[in-house]
């Protein structure tokens, strides 16, 4: 059995795997972020990982704005991961962008509505 195959029902939502590795393991490691691709710097558990995305969930399900896209602009880290299961977790459409400097950022963000 992989880490899909969490029901006989076919739940296979990223939800539904991280509900189920919750259940299951909720001290266990889901991710791990590597400093420079080798060093290990921070670890995040299947339960720390699904209550901080429950909170931004409901956050952004506070803010009304279910449904809408969300402009993830994340460097590379655990707080990406996060943020984008708060946004599947929100009902949002998670669209990740590499932060760029604020200098060539400003004309992306003044085309967006």
Known sequence: MNCFDISKKG???LIDILRHHTALKP????????????????HLTYKDLDHQARA???YLQYMHASGERAL??????????T????C????????PL???SSF??????SQIN
């Open 88 to 95: 599947l977790y929100g009902g949002f459409t998670a669209d």
């Open 27 to 42: 001290e266990e490691t889901a991710y791990t972020f590597l400093l420079d691709g080798e060093t290990e710097e921070r």
């Open 11 to 13: 739940d296979s939502t």
């Open 104 to 109: 060539s950022l400003h004309p992306i963000l």
């Open 72 to 81: 993830l602009l994340y460097p590379p880290g655990l707080e990406y991961i």
């Open 56 to 58: 931004i969930g409901a």
């Open 98 to 100: 590499y932060p760029l």
């Open 83 to 86: 943020g984008f299961m708060g």
